[in-house]
């Protein structure tokens, strides 16, 4: 980008140049290579927009999973938190063996046990994993030996990928000493639930946090 003097003010494209005012200032830079339309229709571009298609919509599914969790997240204290979610949801989309490139869904990716393990590994910042002492199984939640943990709360998300959409219930569940204590189901089980648990000591701080 360059400023010109002249007597005559240009305005528009002439040649590979574009004449424009910027700041009362006279401006002119050449042509941007990108076309707009050859990037819809041309097939040189066909991968760029597969991608592009692909990270928006990895984009979008972290936003309303984190949005439903927000008030937990925000405990992390990880400023970086929002790309690092970015990126394990593209590597859940990956687990997509049965759509096209292009189409893949994090949904089908996290229908994998690659995806769901994916998913229990990510860390909320300097928080400890939940996964590491909780599993979930016939809606029973079960407990280590070593996990020393009063109260858990469940809060289980129904993911609509299609219209970029969550349901959520939260449960709060008392330990008093037991390993292994039941929770409610508050949706269907074809619709694909995530839980999300928090686990709290006698002081009501967070000690583990996360994706089972």
């Known amino acids: 980008m360059a400023t010109y003097e002249s007597v005559i003010k240009i305005t528009g494209a002439v040649g590979d140049l574009v004449f424009y005012n910027l700041n009362g200032k006279n401006v002119v830079r050449k042509k941007s290579g990108f076309?707009?339309?050859?990037?819809?229709?041309?097939p040189s571009y066909e991968k760029v927009r597969q991608n592009s298609s692909e990270f928006g919509h990895c984009s979008k599914i972290g936003k309303v999973i984190r949005k439903s969790l927000d008030?937990?997240?925000?405990?992390?204290?990880?400023p970086l938190l929002y790309q690092k979610f970015a990126k394990v949801m593209t590597a859940i989309k990956d687990l997509d063996k049965v759509s096209e490139r292009g189409k893949r869904t994090v949904e089908l990716g996290l229908r994998t046990e690659e995806g769901r393990n994916l998913l229990r590994e990510f860390q909320m910042g300097t928080i400890n994993k939940v996964s590491d002492c909780i599993r979930i199984q016939d809606q029973v939640l079960c407990k280590n030996k070593e996990c020393i943990s009063d109260q858990a709360i469940i809060i289980t998300i129904k993911l609509d990928s299609e219209n970029y959409f969550t349901e959520s219930a939260e449960e709060i569940v008392?330990?008093?000493?037991?390993?292994?204590?039941?929770?409610k189901r508050y949706f269907s089980e074809d619709d694909l639930l995530l839980y999300f648990i928090v686990l709290k000591n006698e002081k009501s701080e967070i000690t583990h946090m996360g994706f089972v």
């Open 71 to 78: 008030i937990y997240i925000k405990e992390s204290g990880d």
């Open 35 to 42: 076309n707009k339309t050859a990037f819809k229709k041309s």
């Open 174 to 183: 008392d330990w008093n000493k037991e390993q292994k204590r039941s929770f």
